[in-house]
């Protein structure tokens, strides 16, 4: 049975598009219906395989932008301007269109209540997505477990979920806080730096707290907020990274 499941996961399907929601000018949410789609947990990711009318494929991993409990799977692609997919589906893709994908993948990034806390996610860019879905899963079940975001953007028109997040920030267990790193709107309360060991320091639990790490983002940034989360006396296996291959997959 469970080599059944899996192999059920690894089967590629066929997403109808429900509806397109533009995030910002360079990120588009892709509302799909999957018939049979086994369900999925917070932080996963699916492969998405587009084929040319040449018979050419192109195939690439975005994480899931949707809770368990959405109904839908909800993918958010930026838009790469030399990329091969993410132009058509940021672009072109148009409500009724079908999707190839195939999953639930991965086991490691993913988080339920289960696992307890406190939970700090750590963004950088489109790396927020997983992350909101760790964060609707909670709003979801409605944990009590303390759950903090710091997400860093280049700008506020850059920011992904911008609405949503803030709302989220309402309830009693949730801490969102935003760091940009170009521009700043009057009034910015938010941080305005990259992010680093002391800004992780400032934002982080105590590492004998033992709170459970997420880092999701472009390589260099994963890696800098890794080593110092390290340096911080945060326990290596506490620590789970995801991180963007040069493509714009999930490496």
Known sequence: MARAAVLGRLTWRLGSVVELVDETPRA????????????????????????????????????????PEDGYVVLTVERLEEGEVSPYLADELRAG???????????????????????LLVGGGS?????????????????????RLLYSSRTLEDVLYRDELARFAAYDEVDIRF???????????GYRRRIDRDLLAEVAWPADEGPLVYVC???????????????????????????????????
Do not use: K
């Not at 079908?98 to 988080?111: A, D, N, T």
């Open 28 to 67: 588009r949410s892709i509302v799909l219906d999957v018939p049979d789609w086994p369900g999925h947990r917070a932080g996963q990711h699916v492969d998405v395989r587009l084929t040319a009318e040449d018979g050419y494929q192109a195939q690439r991993s975005y994480s899931i932008a949707s809770a």
């Open 97 to 119: 269109d079908q999707v190839e994908l195939r999953g639930p993948v991965g086991g490691y990034f993913v988080w339920e209540a289960s696992l307890g806390g406190p939970v």
């Open 127 to 147: 790396g927020v997505v997983p992350l909101r879905s760790i964060v609707r899963h909670h709003v979801a079940v409605a944990s009590d477990v303390p759950l």
């Open 179 to 189: 760091t940009l790193t170009r521009a700043w709107p009057e009034g910015w309360r």
């Open 217 to 251: 983002g472009p390589t260099p940034f994963v890696e800098t907020a890794a080593s110092s989360f390290v340096e911080l006396g945060h326990a290596s296996e506490r620590i789970r990274t995801e991180r963007f291959g040069p493509t714009g997959g999930i490496a």
